[in-house]
């Protein structure tokens, strides 16, 4: 149990990780003061030995790491993954395969919504880990020896969990569960972002689409400078300042100077300028490619109520299935089915076709009847 600061030590590390059909990996990463995630960490495990390897030594070269991501032989198990391949994708350009998410693996286990680690480690290896490091500063050298017991606790026990959650599927027959919430999880727009998508992230009251199409475009500066110097949005001008711009739309210094809680260094400086130009190439755009907010549904009262009695299927069969309602349908695929727009919704195919979607199809063609059995006590679908 030690921390790989040497290539040449990672490339021996790795050569025995070779031999395991499957690894075991989280990082500790910062993002408090940077755009991108800053990586502190690395945390790889197996079923007999264990390490973190130290990105921030600048003579490692973290080759022989990414080379076994890449290893199709030997399976990369995370929970909770969705930001350290975020991480790892923008760093390598490829997302880790094959890839098992326990967290995942556990909703179609039946554990539950969002299940944490912690839980996880608790339900199936009746072990308790100490949260106390789970805030610590991870740039920071040297690390603590009960820093790094902490951070490898992060995979050893992650050893276990994959273990048994494979049993369950395989004794439940829910392997193909997974491998459909995988495919999911590792597509690649996931992990990138246009900036031109940024302003969605604003919270605004306006449905007017020139006000929309101006903070389309400062919003979309603003990404791009952040990202270039790697610092967080709200450093370059905040949320409150693009909306006010987006409102006003100024043409002149003059005029930006009097947008509410602008900054005097931006006024000074050459964002003054960026800013405006951003705002004159937004009144250029025709009008056709302003941006649209979704139209909201004006669903019937019937099917409204197709909808709550699709809600008490869907409650009926995930009990029935053990697997939380959110994994196999959401509010919009209920609605989808209820306006017979089968296509769009995720709950008509697959697996979850067999657990809920057959079955819906039928109550919405009146074929379907639910019932209590008071001397029972149970719910009948016929």
Known sequence: ????????????????LKKYDFITIDLEFLRDKTYWSRLCL?????????SCIDPLKKELDLSPFFKILKDESVTKVFHASRQDIEILYKLTGFIPSPLFDTQIAAMVCGFGESVSYQNL???LTKNEIDKSMRFSDWSARPLS??????ALSDV??????????????????????????????????????DPFD???????RTKDRKFLNTL????????????KKDIVRRRIISDDCLLDIAASRPKTLKELSKTRGINKNILSGRYADEIIAAVEKA????????????KKKNLGNNVKSLIELLKLLLKIKSNEHSVVPKIIANEEDLEAIANFDDEHSKSLQGWRYEVFGKEAIRLREGELKISFNPKTRKINIE
């Open 1 to 16: 149990m030690k921390i790989i600061e040497d290539t040449k030590e990672l490339i021996k590390f790795c050569k025995k």
């Open 42 to 50: 690395i945390q790889i495990g197996c079923e007999d030995f264990c």
């Open 121 to 123: 480690v608790s339900q």
């Open 145 to 150: 020896e009960k820093q790094v017991d902490y």
């Open 156 to 193: 050893t026990h992650l050893v276990d969990i994959y273990k048994n959650l494979c049993q369950i599927l395989e004794e439940s027959g829910r392997k193909h569960w997974l491998d459909e919430e995988m495919q999911h999880i590792m597509d690649e727009q996931l992990y990138t972002f």
């Open 198 to 204: 940024a302003w969605q992230k604003i919270k605004h």
């Open 216 to 227: 389309r475009e400062v919003c979309a500066w603003r990404e791009i400078e952040a990202q």
């Open 283 to 294: 009144a250029s755009r025709p009008k056709d490619e302003y941006p649209k907010l979704p």
